[in-house]
């Protein structure tokens, strides 16, 4: 079955320093990924939509800025948190539409922030 | 407003017994899929069923069913003969055909299964 692949599963960084998130469709083509952010016992909430070739799409009160997406080929897209500060610890999540349909999901990110 | 709505934040189910999941939705779009997923602790997001917005009959998947009322806009998940693996969040979700494929999520419900 269609397979993404995002890395890493947890990642610990300093204060001020940013952090970049990849995810890889494995077995087919995407032309499209969406990123999400899931802070515990809640939703998954869209933040952008990345185009690959072109600019990413982001949600009303993402900051552009501040979640870099890059989306330079068919298969991979990486979501990069610049200057990250602890309210930006969260579980981040991307997903792909694979030919046959529906999402395929990664299995996540956990970035603690200290 | 809320696309999608789970008006259940925690639901507790006896193993064995069937238990509802309820999801409301809001569109004006004819033409738009339903999901729900399943997210365990690990937080991986499992696919369980889907439904589409012209499908006549309500769709099945082993233990899961989904009872669409498109009237009500209402999409509610029935899993039968709880086990205590189906412990875990449980998300509807929503994809409308005018708006590039985006899926947007419910406030997710929290299931315990008790033994």
């Known amino acids: 079955g269609a397979v993404v692949s995002q890395h890493p599963s947890w990642v610990i960084c300093k204060s001020g320093t940013s952090v970049k998130i990849e995810c890889r469709s494995l077995?087919?083509?995407?032309?499209?990924m969406f990123w999400y952010r899931q802070f515990p016992k809640q939703s998954l909430m869209l933040m952008a939509t990345s185009n690959e070739g072109s600019k990413a799409t982001y949600e009303q009160g993402v900051e552009k800025d501040k979640f870099l997406i890059n989306h330079a080929s068919l298969t991979l897209s990486t979501l990069t948190v610049t200057s990250a500060h602890p309210e930006d610890s969260s579980f981040y999540i991307c997903?792909?539409?694979?030919?046959?349909?529906?999402?395929?999901f990664g299995s996540g990110t956990r970035l603690t922030v200290v | 407003a809320q696309k999608i709505t789970q008006t259940q934040p925690g639901m507790f189910v006896q193993e064995k017994e069937a238990v509802t999941l309820d999801c409301t939705y809001d569109?004006?779009?004819?033409?738009?899929?339903l999901f729900w997923y399943k997210q365990p602790s690990s937080g991986e997001m499992i696919f369980l069923i889907y439904?589409?917005?012209?499908?006549?009959q309500n769709a099945t998947e082993g233990r899961y069913s989904l009872n669409f009322q498109k009237a009500r806009k209402s999409a509610n998940l029935v899993i039968s003969a709880s086990q205590l693996g189906d412990s875990a969040m449980y998300f509807c979700a929503m994809r409308e055909k005018n708006q590039g494929g985006k899926l947007i999520f419910g406030q997710g419900t929290e299931l315990s299964v008790k033994p």
């Open positions: 569109t004006s779009d004819p033409s738009y899929g």
């Open positions: 439904q589409g917005s012209y499908d006549q």
């Open positions: 997903s792909a539409s694979p030919p046959a349909g529906g999402y395929t």
């Open positions: 077995d087919f083509q995407a032309t499209t």
